[in-house]
């Protein structure tokens, strides 16, 4: 492994269903890249969920990663949840379909490419990456504008 790359992303959504937007600031070295996107007709856990997707797609190698999630759905669905859900064919507890199953999937296939640290970071408490993840994702709502790399 060549790479620490340390990790910032989050969603937000206008309405709930609604414009959505996701936002991730990525680090490495001294480098620091930044991407967004919208959807419409979307949900908060979605956004946040595609801001650890979209972030995670851009490593093109094996890599020591750290990601922060002010998400307790994500931080909780990767950590705790996935396990049973993939035992019991993406299913709860309930025995009703995982939400968001597509995400899920990509989020677990790219959580397997790579050593990850998952860490939740409250949001809006002064944490300068989650902060700039969140205006990110604001910023693609507002601007309905979309940016890789």
Same mark, same amino acid.
Do not use: Q
């Given at each position: 492994?060549?790479?620490?790359?340390?990790?910032?992303?989050?969603?937000?959504?206008?309405?709930?269903?609604?414009?959505?937007?996701?936002?991730? !600031?990525?680090?490495?070295?001294?480098?620091?890249?930044?991407?967004?996107?919208?959807?419409?007709?979307?949900?908060?856990?979605?956004?946040?969920?595609?801001?650890?997707?979209?972030?995670?797609?851009?490593?093109?190698?094996?890599?020591? !990663?750290?990601?922060?999630?002010?998400?307790?759905? @994500?931080?909780?669905?990767?950590?705790?949840?996935?396990?049973?859900?993939?035992?019991?064919?993406? *299913?709860?507890?309930?025995?009703?379909? !995982?939400?968001?199953?597509?995400?899920?999937?990509?989020?677990?296939? @790219?959580?397997?490419?790579? !050593?990850?640290?998952?860490?939740?970071?409250?949001?809006?408490?002064?944490?300068?990456?989650?902060?700039?993840?969140?205006?990110?994702?604001?910023?693609?709502?507002?601007?309905?504008? *979309?940016?890789?790399?």
């Amino acid at each position: 492994m060549k790479s620490n790359v340390i990790i910032y992303t989050d969603g937000a959504c206008k309405c709930n269903p609604g414009t959505g937007g996701w936002g991730a !600031v990525l680090e490495y070295k001294d480098k620091s890249i930044k991407i967004y996107g919208y959807e419409e007709e979307t949900t908060n856990n979605k956004m946040e969920l595609t801001a650890a997707i979209k972030a995670l797609s851009i490593l093109k190698t094996k890599s020591n !990663v750290i990601i922060y999630t002010d998400s307790k759905y @994500l931080m909780n669905g990767i950590s705790t949840w996935i396990d049973s859900w993939k035992k019991n064919h993406w *299913r709860t507890s309930n025995k009703k379909e !995982v939400k968001n199953i597509d995400l899920w999937k990509m989020i677990d296939k @790219l959580n397997g490419s790579h !050593v990850i640290e998952w860490k939740w970071v409250k949001g809006h408490s002064g944490n300068s990456g989650n902060e700039m993840a969140d205006e990110l994702a604001n910023y693609a709502i507002s601007s309905k504008s *979309r940016k890789t790399k």
